[in-house]
């Protein structure tokens, strides 16, 4: 059983940057990978960025590329989310999620636990 809790969010203006954090229990956090999902008003959950067991392999979904970085501190059980250059659109509840596999998916179905959320709001 793995718990995590997000921090980090708040509100922003556009072009700022924000950090998010995701803390995880237990003792086998570099069991999983690790993946941060977003969900806007209205809309699905969607994809944003995933890290492998190790920290080594990464990847993001096109709309973050270039602007938002995971990466994660194995010792600290903390995942993190550094989101630069922020636009209004990136406005959602981000989650982070735990999968018991080697390397992150953009598929939700992927992973097997989750947080309660953060909201990042970003003002134009």
């Known amino acids: 059983q793995v718990q995590l809790v997000e921090s980090g969010g708040g509100l922003v203006q556009a072009g700022g940057s924000l950090r998010l954090s995701c803390a995880a229990s237990?003792?086998?956090?570099?069991?999983?990978?690790m993946g941060w999902f977003r969900q806007a008003p209205g809309k699905e959950r969607d994809f944003v960025a995933a890290?492998?067991?190790?920290?080594?392999?990464?990847n993001y979904a096109d709309s973050v590329k270039g602007r938002f970085t995971i990466s994660r501190d194995n010792a600290k059980n903390t995942v993190y989310l550094q989101m630069n250059s922020l636009k209004p659109e990136d406005t959602a509840v981000y989650y982070c999620?735990?999968?018991?596999?080697?390397?992150?998916?953009?598929?939700?179905?992927?992973?097997?636990?989750w947080g309660q959320g953060t909201q990042v709001t970003v003002s134009s």
């Open positions: 890290v492998s067991r190790r920290g080594i392999s990464t």
């Open positions: 999620a735990a999968a018991q596999v080697a390397y992150g998916s953009g598929y939700a179905s992927t992973y097997d636990y």
């Open positions: 237990g003792r086998t956090f570099s069991s999983y990978a």
